[in-house]
């Protein structure tokens, strides 16, 4: 089995900046490819970035240039930096590990809120 768990998330003004972690343990090493989704109220789960094993990334282009994602594999931990947050920004983002064993494996979200 695998867990993922988010942190990170919170409340910050317009403009402003957070940086979320994921952290994987138990069966690790089933994981390739991970990514961060994200969830708003009424809204379908959006892709927000993926990072392969070997740290090749891809971003969805409402965050390119403002997001940055990145990941420790000696740490089993990827991270997400968010400069420039917008409103719209705000939902809920989940980690995501794409499994050698074609499982998909999720965290249990981490709420980001961005008002004044």
């Known amino acids: 089995q695998v867990q993922l768990v988010e942190s990170g998330g919170g409340l910050v003004q317009p403009g402003g900046s957070l940086r979320l972690s994921c952290v994987a343990s138990g069966s690790v090493f089933r994981i390739d490819a991970m990514g961060w989704y994200r969830q708003a109220p009424g809204n379908q789960r959006e892709l927000v970035a993926t990072i392969t094993s070997s740290g090749s990334a891809h971003y969805a282009d409402l965050v390119k240039g403002r997001f940055t994602i990145s990941r420790d594999n000696a740490k089993n931990t990827m991270y997400l930096q968010m400069n420039g947050l917008e409103p719209e920004d705000t939902a809920v983002y989940y980690c995501?590990?794409?499994?050698?064993?074609?499982?998909?494996?999720w965290g249990q979200g981490t709420q980001v809120t961005v008002s004044s």
């Open positions: 995501k590990g794409f499994g050698l064993d074609y499982r998909d494996y």
